[in-house]
């Protein structure tokens, strides 16, 4: 019913859910959607290793794990920068021996990019420069494996910007799009997929008004919607753990700003999904 395109199920676990019974949750609520599915995101070159053991609680519960999904990437903490050449080669070597053994849940790289909260300016030219380092990696990984890319971007519009239009990479979405309009039809015009997280249900009447304006703007084939799960719950549960079973809330802010009913936006969230993630139906 509704695709989750950017969750962290191993947080979650962390912050006291139980991942079994999340996942008993979630498949009662998806019975007789089949098609629907999670994307776990990796943060850290080797931790698909552990993650993929989610894969095993799915099985205790259903016959298969095939609604759940997993990226693998490098997120741009200061040691991962400054080490990045290390962490590329063991992310390299993580995603050889997945395909290897001949597993297809990986879909994509990242999530992988620019945070100015944990690499601020004042770190100077030298840091900055590795962390593009270290997203270019990235890309051209995802580029050599046929791989979708997921890119987290935090008040860095230019310096991402100007590595994915380097990259050359055309299977991008921008996670948890938190810019302007400006920026979007930027993005866009690098074809760029954006999604949006429960961040975007926020804000004042004014704000709102702006967030629908984004909404409103963003072609229907080029949308995804995300939890960021444990993250960002949408209204009106901000400030609590997030879940994917929560996404409808997100869905619903969605659909009625693009006078959509939230039946249609889950169909073209799914088409887009399964197009972006190359997700066989």
């Not at 409103?216 to 879940?243: H, S, V």
Request: glycine letters at 4%.
């Amino acid at each position: 019913m509704f695709t989750d395109t950017h969750c962290h199920l191993s947080i979650m676990k962390k912050r006291g859910i139980d991942i079994k019974t999340f996942f008993a949750d979630f498949l009662k609520i998806e019975e007789g959607c089949a098609d629907s599915f999670l994307i776990d995101i990796g943060t850290k070159s080797e931790d698909l290793h552990e993650r993929i053991k989610l894969c095993d609680y799915a099985k205790e519960i259903a016959e298969n794990c095939d609604f759940l999904k997993f990226s693998a990437g490098i997120w741009p903490s200061k040691k991962e920068v400054e080490n990045r050449f290390d962490e590329i080669e063991k992310l390299k070597k993580v995603i050889e021996q997945f395909s290897l053994h001949g597993r297809k849940e990986l879909c994509a790289i990242g999530e992988c990019g620019f945070d100015r909260r944990e690499n601020p300016l004042e770190l100077g030219k030298k840091h900055l420069s590795n962390e593009e380092e270290l997203f270019s990696m990235q890309i051209e990984i995802a580029k050599k494996n046929n791989l979708s890319l997921i890119v987290h971007s935090r008040d860095a519009f230019a310096e991402t910007y100007g590595v994915i239009k380097n990259g050359k990479h055309d299977k991008v979405v921008i996670h948890c799009f938190s810019y302007d309009k400006k920026s979007l039809k930027l993005f866009l015009d690098l074809g760029c997929y954006i999604s949006f997280s429960g961040a975007i249900t926020y804000g004042n009447k004014t704000q709102k008004e702006i967030n629908c304006e984004l909404l409103r703007y963003m072609p229907k084939d080029m949308i995804l919607l995300e939890t960021d799960a444990p993250y960002l719950a949408p209204m009106p549960l901000r400030g609590t753990i997030n879940t994917p079973l929560l996404i409808k809330h997100t869905y619903q802010f969605v659909a009625k700003s693009i006078n959509v009913s939230d039946n249609s936006l889950a169909e073209i969230i799914k088409d887009n999904a399964n197009k972006f993630f190359n997700i066989k139906s």
